[in-house]
């Protein structure tokens, strides 16, 4: 089957560095995903990983381990308007993109 | 501009009515998505319009109908809702091939509550 698994809730003090981690499995895999969403608003895209390694952007980095169907997002230098809730998800190809559960952060002063 | 835009915001229908949702973007995209998010839980794919035929159809009920009437548009029907499907709808889009084929574009969403 497919499925991902990511940890429900994690909570951090601001400043502070965070790493949410998510495993996948499925028999066809593309690329890993990360996405923000902050409650009452969309998804907003933040990195996508195809290729083994660590992607940066700013404050926020992915990687992905695909013998190890697994990968985290790393978020540096926390701060208030990083509480939301971050799902990491798999395209399998032919434009399907399954979501994992989703992992709220909470970012405490 | 980089917006997909999704009407109405909200919507409150009767089991018995007939109301569409709309999307909108014009990024050029020529792959478009319906997705149903519950409070709490993820985005779960509904439909996936591929330079405007049907390519991906999640076994969702014919309650739900899409429709993609050009590269720029996507509505979905909704008729004899139940009370369950009350979600927020999501659309979304993203370039058909290549590495950025893994970013969706999603709109604010339509908040449906059906009564």
């Known amino acids: 089957g497919q499925s991902l698994e990511q940890p429900s809730e994690v909570t951090a003090v601001e400043g502070a560095i965070v790493q949410i981690n998510c495993t996948y499995q499925?028999?066809?895999?593309?690329?890993l995903s990360w996405y923000q969403q902050h409650d009452g608003g969309a998804p907003t895209f933040l990195s996508y990983?195809?290729?083994?390694g660590l992607e940066e952007t700013g404050r926020f980095s992915s990687f992905l381990s695909r013998s190890d169907s697994y990968g985290y997002l790393l978020l540096q230098e926390l701060q208030m308007k990083d509480s939301a809730s971050y799902f990491c998800?798999?395209?399998?190809?032919?434009?399907?993109?399954?979501f994992g559960a989703g992992t709220r952060l909470f970012v405490k002063a | 501009d980089t917006e997909v835009t999704q009407t109405p915001k909200h919507l409150v229908m009767g089991m018995t009515n007939k109301k569409s949702l709309k999307c909108e973007q014009h990024?050029?995209?020529?792959?478009m998505y319906w997705y149903k998010q519950k409070a709490k839980k993820p985005p779960e794919l509904m439909f996936v319009?591929?330079?405007?035929?049907?390519?991906i159809n999640e076994s969702v009920p014919s309650r739900f109908s899409p429709e993609c009437p050009n590269s720029s548009l996507l509505n979905l029907h909704l008729h004899a809702l139940q009370p369950e499907d009350s979600a927020l709808y999501l659309c979304?889009?993203?370039?058909?091939?290549?590495?950025?084929?893994?970013?969706?574009?999603f709109g604010e969403g339509s908040r449906l509550t059906v009564l």
């Open positions: 979304a889009s993203s370039q058909d091939s290549g590495r950025d084929a893994g970013e969706l574009f």
């Open positions: 499925t028999s066809g895999f593309y690329g």
């Open positions: 990983n195809a290729l083994d």
């Open positions: 998800a798999f395209d399998t190809g032919g434009f399907k993109t399954i």
């Open positions: 990024m050029g995209h020529r792959a």
């Open positions: 319009y591929s330079y405007e035929k049907l390519s």
